[in-house]
């Protein structure tokens, strides 16, 4: 388990990641809220890229929560078929907005703790949605963040949920900055494998970097 970092290094490993992604944002694409939604339960376990490929067909076809509450499952599958675990998510997303439509009048709700009420819907899906669209101060830990703040002694946690708590109590604001800085930063060069530690920005503060052979 890497060494934790120190009260000081995690300012500093904050202060860099705000000033090297400044800007930063989901690269999913969407138009609207219930795009976002739809897109980000698409990802999970599948890269930005595919659901990106997969989404237009979608939302061509099912535009609204409406009519995505009366998609047909089977035709559903074959639209996101190349997505992975596309049979529950296919499912997911059918109870997922007939829930919108019958508990929400067809708009999708705009607060964490209905958003989790959805089916496929979970805390890490939610707080991605409320970072991205209203910039919430909030943090999610998907598996490039999950990987990132452990190897740089940010987390010691062994679920996705108790590493959430403690970046959040460990960065305390700019929470939604600091997520996407680190899906980026673990999608494009903190990799799983092969991480690009030469001239790494965080290479003096990385607990984890002699097991690269840097």
Excluded at 37 to 53: E, F, G, P, Y
Excluded at 89 to 102: D, H, P, R, Y
Excluded at 192 to 208: H, Q
Aim: proline letters at 4%; one cysteine or more.
């Amino acid at each position: 388990m890497p060494k934790q970092a120190t009260r000081k290094e995690i300012e500093e490993i904050k202060h860099r990641f705000l000033a090297h992604y400044p800007d930063s944002v989901t690269e999913l694409h969407y138009r609207n809220l219930y795009e976002l939604l739809v897109a980000v339960m698409l990802s999970a376990q599948c890269t930005d890229k595919r659901v990106n490929i997969i989404t237009p067909a979608l939302f061509e076809k099912y535009p609204t929560p409406a009519a995505l509450a009366n998609a047909d499952l089977e035709e559903l599958k074959t639209l996101i078929k190349s997505c992975s675990f596309f049979n529950n998510k296919a499912k997911n997303l059918i109870k997922m907005a007939q829930s919108v439509v019958e508990n929400y009048g067809g708009e999708i709700p705009l607060e964490q703790k209905e958003l989790v009420k959805l089916a496929g819907v979970g805390q890490k899906t939610a707080n991605v949605v409320m970072i991205e669209y209203t910039g919430a101060n909030l943090m999610a830990v998907d598996t490039h963040v999950y990987r990132v703040a452990h190897r740089l002694g940010l987390c010691n946690a062994p679920t996705a949920l108790k590493c959430e708590a403690q970046l959040t109590k460990k960065f305390k604001t700019d929470l939604h900055r600091l997520h996407q800085a680190m899906v980026l930063f673990g999608r494009y060069r903190c990799k799983a494998l092969k991480p690009e530690c030469d001239d790494c920005f965080m290479a003096d503060l990385c607990k984890s970097k002699k097991q690269f052979k840097v």
